[in-house]
């Protein structure tokens, strides 16, 4: 990197956790700090709902995950504005009706304080783990470019967060949002214009998509109804429009992001924003990436795209064996390149040359053959290396093909959107702590000064957590596969919950705790036999909790009734 790219990244995020900071600092009351005094306008929450969920992990992983499998991954996200619709029909309006600080607060009024704190305890798990996963994305890019240790970037990056989040609060996670989704807007449309002028002159974007197209990196719908199939049209749309509605209506990095919105309706609004927007951001990330795969058609890509495997490597007794991959892979770099540029100008002619077209595959499986062959040796030189190097195929492009400037403000892309969700996620984790754990259980009177700083004490804990999960984010492959794979075992049976509690009055607090309980364990044991997609586990856990709910509610004695909403 350059001393302008260093001068970019730098202000940009020195800017947001200064202005987050100075901009909020001082809440003296609850309501205050944790639903921002309720001033939030829609496309603030909009923008804040996105920044939430778009943690550095999208952009880090996302395109990587492109480039290796194409844009099938867009159908994660297809049952996502159904759910926009109808956690805007029936959970917004109860949770501002109620007036709640936290969505498990209103579970407490509809069935009981340890159903509410089950809830919230899962929700404390899950979350802790997946801010975890947003701090170490950017911790890897920074390790990688100053060859620091990975766990002392996390850590720094970690106290970045805690600044700003514990100085101000919601208010301060959602003012910063609007920032960070500039600079991640910006970035991205930059870098997709700067891939399409690298590539050859010969070749529009028309062309590229026929390269792609060759190499199946646009097959973006799949019908096939073989539930081991991890992204399909019916996973995404039934799986991912169940773990949407957990994510976004009871997940509390979220919810807290519409219940400050001034009035139902500007939360109403954001959220549909969100659902507008959201599918067609995936997809243009996910174009990014295959615009990466037909960039590397014409230019040299690394054999092993994790620089640190490849020095393991390099320090061992297989650096002969590995060398001799290499080169092996740029000699068919330079075929690749020059059987593209044959196909292009037949494709300028009109004319689909099938004999070129299957060269491009044979010459695409050969290279991947030969990057199977270095992660074989990875693997002989340490077994516990983690090979799959998705993760590190969007970071080395902007490391070494993007002009001065450019890659500082690519990493302030990253690293923002890392700081948003962990923002995020702190931010609720604390509240939640506060809210649904000590003010619920603690003796006593105590003064709205008293929970502020009970929030800040929380959120700084939970910052600390955080980072030391995030110091084990190496043990896992592919990051936004895992940090969703981790929603979906245990949103589906949060979602079961609040689902009886809106619609089915027939089942009171006990049946539904046990049934959670039971339910829970059930989805833990079927991840762990690995029987199908993990997107369909947040359907069976909703539907689970629901009908051993039905089954055992007979059964259970008659119970006071609590207070319902209207």
């Known amino acids: 990197m350059q001393l302008l790219d260093w001068i970019i990244l730098s202000a940009t995020l020195l800017f947001i956790v200064a202005y987050g900071a100075l901009k909020t600092k001082g809440s003296k009351n609850v309501n205050e700090y944790i639903l921002g005094s309720n001033e939030t306008p829609w496309w603030t929450v909009g923008l804040s709902v996105m920044a939430t969920q778009a943690s550095a992990i999208t952009f880090l992983s996302t ?86 240790n990975l766990n002392v ?9 805690i600044i700003y989040t514990m100085s101000g609060g919601t208010k301060a996670v959602n003012i910063t949002h609007k920032q960070q989704m500039f600079v991640i807007f910006t970035g991205m449309i930059i870098t997709f ?30 019908f096939s ?52 927007l959201k599918v067609p951001m995936q997809f243009f990330i996910l174009l990014i990436g295959v615009m990466v795969f037909v960039f590397f058609q014409f230019h040299a890509a690394p054999l092993h795209f994790n620089p640190n495997n490849t020095k393991l490597v390099e320090n061992s007794q297989y650096k002969d064996t590995y060398h001799n991959l290499e080169n092996q892979i740029k000699n068919v770099t ?4 020059e059987i593209s540029l044959l196909y292009v100008d037949q494709l300028s002619k009109d004319y689909d040359n099938k004999e070129l077209h299957n ?11 030969l990057r199977d062959k270095a992660k074989e ?50 931010n609720a984790l604390a509240s939640t702590t506060t809210i649904d754990i000590y003010k619920r259980h603690v003796k006593g009177e105590k003064t709205d000064k008293h929970f502020v700083d009970s929030t800040r004490l929380f959120t700084l804990i939970w910052g600390i957590i955080a980072i030391l999960f995030a110091c084990m984010g190496s043990l896992f492959d592919n990051l936004i596969q895992m940090v969703n794979i981790i929603g979906s075992i245990f949103y589906g049976t949060v979602l079961g919950i609040f689902l009886v509690a ?14 959670a309980l039971i339910t829970q364990c059930v989805v833990v044991v079927i991840y762990k036999i690995d029987m199908l997609s993990y997107l369909w586990l947040n359907v069976i856990g909703a539907a689970l909790t629901i009908v051993i709910a039905l089954l055992i509610q007979p059964f259970m004695k008659k119970e006071t009734p609590q207070t319902e909403e209207a």
Request: net charge neutral; hydrophobic share 50%; aromatic share 14%.
């Open 63 to 148: 395109p990587g995950q492109a480039y290796h499998d194409g844009m099938g991954f867009v159908q994660f996200y297809f049952g996502l504005p159904l759910a926009m619709v109808v956690i805007c029909i029936t959970f917004i309006p109860i949770y501002h009706k109620l007036k709640v600080y936290t969505a498990y607060e209103y579970l407490e009024q509809r069935f009981d304080v340890k159903t509410r704190t089950f809830a919230a305890l899962i929700f404390l798990l899950q979350r802790g783990l997946g801010t975890g996963f947003t701090i170490y994305a950017p911790a890897i890019i920074l390790s990688s470019l100053l060859g620091w």
């Open 153 to 161: 970037m996390n850590v720094l990056i970690g106290l970045m967060i």
């Open 193 to 222: 214009f700067i891939i399409l002028d690298y590539l050859p002159e010969e070749l529009n974007f028309n062309n590229a998509m026929h390269i792609a197209g060759a190499n199946e990196k646009l097959n973006i719908l799949d």
């Open 225 to 276: 109804i073989d539930p081991e199939k991890r992204y399909t049209i019916w996973s995404g749309i039934a799986g991912g429009f169940f773990l949407a509605l957990a994510y976004f209506g009871t997940d509390q990095s979220q919810v807290q992001r519409y219940l400050s919105g001034k009035s139902v309706r500007e939360s109403q609004m954001g959220l549909i924003m969100n659902g507008l």
């Open 334 to 337: 330079e075929e690749k390149k």
């Open 359 to 369: 060269k491009m595959i044979a010459l695409n499986s050969r290279e991947k053959d």
């Open 377 to 426: 040796l990875i693997h002989q030189v340490d077994e516990k290396a983690e090979t799959n190097d998705k993760d590190y195929v969007f970071l080395y492009f902007i490391l070494n093909f993007l002009p001065k400037g450019l890659i500082g403000l690519l990493l302030a892309v990253i690293i923002s959107a890392a700081m948003s969700s962990s923002a995020s996620g702190l």
């Open 502 to 515: 809106f619609y089915i009055k027939y089942i009171k607090a006990e049946a539904i705790f046990w049934s």
